[in-house]
């Protein structure tokens, strides 16, 4: 069991596919093939159900993919290591939600590549729970979530206080507590987001149910859809004066243990030498 032959076995599992994995390796099909036959052999078990020409992973190559990710992030951390010296450089994989992404992040990713050229930055945006569930998995180096975040296995420090504003159409009367919005639709980012959770605790502790929640993949559209009087949200206050919202939106502000929040850098704990990861959290 090779490095190389890991690669294979990570991206088909990734792909559902010996072709699509075959073209992502830059290999031909054949050789991502006998190299998977060979893992399996040497292993004595089935990693994947062949179904056409589908690759379902079994229940043994799940657990393989856990140990692969690891294993290749070591690998590449002890490349790093020899290779550089210390000096940041490589791929840094950086997570972060996407109101972060947006208003926060620009000037910060601007001036690090400046100051670091060689390191090759990749951004993914998404919820705070599945993002830290990606920094769990070595899928991530480093992502910026919303606390709290008790995990033992991540290493953590606050970098940024955001306040959360409710957000209704611009003709809505003032709000003071979660009555005066009952019964109107929810405009959230998909679970696990925690500023969804903050909404819903909100309306819980005035016993309010929530009439339904519709789930969105961007801001943008939440802010539009909020314009349009489909529902309410909540939205850092922020991300609202970063751009020009008035007479599209009315802003309401929300009780200090509700509003305030704050983003935390998160990192794996026992990744110990990530010079490109140590630069980032400099940055900040």
């Known amino acids: 069991m090779d490095l190389s032959a890991l690669r294979i076995f990570k991206a088909v599992a990734e792909e559902g596919s010996v072709t699509q994995a075959a073209a992502r390796l830059h290999r031909v099909q054949s050789n991502v093939s006998a190299r998977l036959g060979q893992l399996e052999e040497g292993l004595g078990v089935a990693l994947f159900h062949r179904s056409g020409r589908r690759m379902l992973i079994t229940s043994e190559g799940e657990r393989l993919l856990s140990y692969a990710d690891r294993l290749l992030q070591l690998a590449e951390e002890a490349q790093a290591a020899v290779a550089n010296a210390g000096t940041p450089s490589g791929l840094l994989r950086i997570g972060a939600m996407e109101t972060t992404a947006a208003a926060r992040l620009p000037k910060v990713l601007a001036a690090f590549h400046s100051a670091y050229p060689d390191v090759d930055l990749q951004l993914e945006t998404a919820p705070t729970d599945p993002l830290v569930q990606s920094v769990l998995n070595y899928k991530l180096d480093v992502a910026l979530v919303a606390a709290p ?6 290493a953590q420090h606050a970098v940024f206080d955001e306040e959360l504003v409710l957000l209704t159409d611009p003709t809505h009367a003032p709000v003071a507590s979660p009555h005066d919005v009952a019964r109107r639709v929810i405009l959230a980012f998909r679970s696990g987001c925690v500023y969804r959770r903050r909404l819903e605790a909100w309306f819980a502790e005035s016993s309010v149910p929530l009439a339904r929640v519709s789930e969105f993949g961007t801001f943008e559209a939440i802010i539009g859809c909020v314009a349009a009087g489909m529902g309410v ?32 850098l998160v990192w794996r704990s026992d990744v110990v030498h990530h010079p490109a990861r140590a630069a980032f959290a400099a940055a900040f």
């Open 233 to 264: 949200a909540v939205m850092p206050k922020e991300i609202m004066q970063l751009r020009d919202y008035r007479g599209t939106v009315a802003m309401h502000p929300l009780p200090e243990h509700i509003a305030r929040v704050q983003t935390m």
């Open 149 to 154: 975040i008790e995990r033992d296995e991540l």
